[in-house]
């Protein structure tokens, strides 16, 4: 018994039918063993990366906590050194006074720090001179809240001055500077016979 045309057609097309299916799960095969190593791929480098991250974020942690702990450090050291600038400022006046009894005003929020610096400056004082020294602080009368800092130390009675105020130095600067501004300015005049 021959096949006809029609059998063979339908042979064929049922052998496509069976290819084309074959093919089609093949595919989805592929793509499910695809999908999975790229979930597999993908977790494995989110992974990597995040372990890249917290390291990143952790070192970052430590590089802010060192330079918290620099900055620390080096506002201690700038107050430790204000204390001290303010002792000395302090004992200079008091050797510019050379009086037995002197008073102190300062800014009222200065107040606690200059009686603290008195107190490490009177025996400085004391051995520097040979002599003893009675220092009040006037708790009465205070700076201007204007100026930046520094004393302003007086005698008994309040007729000899030493002001050692940040303003009182820039003013005393800006005179020792003047000319040398001038000149900078100006340029050198040729007929001036002092320069000051």
């Known amino acids: 018994m021959a096949l006809t045309d029609a059998d063979v057609q339908k042979q064929i097309k049922h052998m496509m039918a069976f290819i084309e299916q074959e093919a089609n799960e ?8 695809a999908e999975e190593e790229f979930n597999i791929e993908k977790g494995r480098l989110v992974q990597t990366q ?18 918290k702990k620099i900055q620390m450090s080096n506002l201690m050291n700038q107050a430790r050194l204000k204390v001290l600038k303010a002792r000395d400022d302090m004992i200079m006046g008091f050797y510019q006074l ?26 400085i004082y004391k ?28 005698n008994d009675n309040g007729k000899i001055k030493v002001s050692n ?32």
């Open 127 to 154: 051995e520097a001179v040979k002599q003893n020294i009675d220092v009040k602080v006037d708790k009465e009368r205070f700076l201007p809240s204007g100026i930046c800092g520094g004393v302003e130390v007086y």
């Open 50 to 67: 995040r372990v890249k991250i917290m390291e990143y974020y952790e070192k970052k942690d430590k590089q802010i906590e060192q330079h």
């Open 26 to 33: 093949k595919v989805e095969e592929i793509d499910a063993k």
């Open 98 to 123: 050379l009086e037995p009894k002197v008073t102190i005003r300062c800014r009222q929020q200065d107040v606690e720090m200059v009686q603290a610096a008195v107190l490490k400056s009177i025996p």
């Open 165 to 196: 105020t940040l303003e009182s130095r820039l003013e005393l600067i800006a005179y020792q500077m003047m000319p040398e501004v001038r000149g900078n300015l100006f340029g050198v005049n040729p007929n001036r016979k002092f320069t000051d």
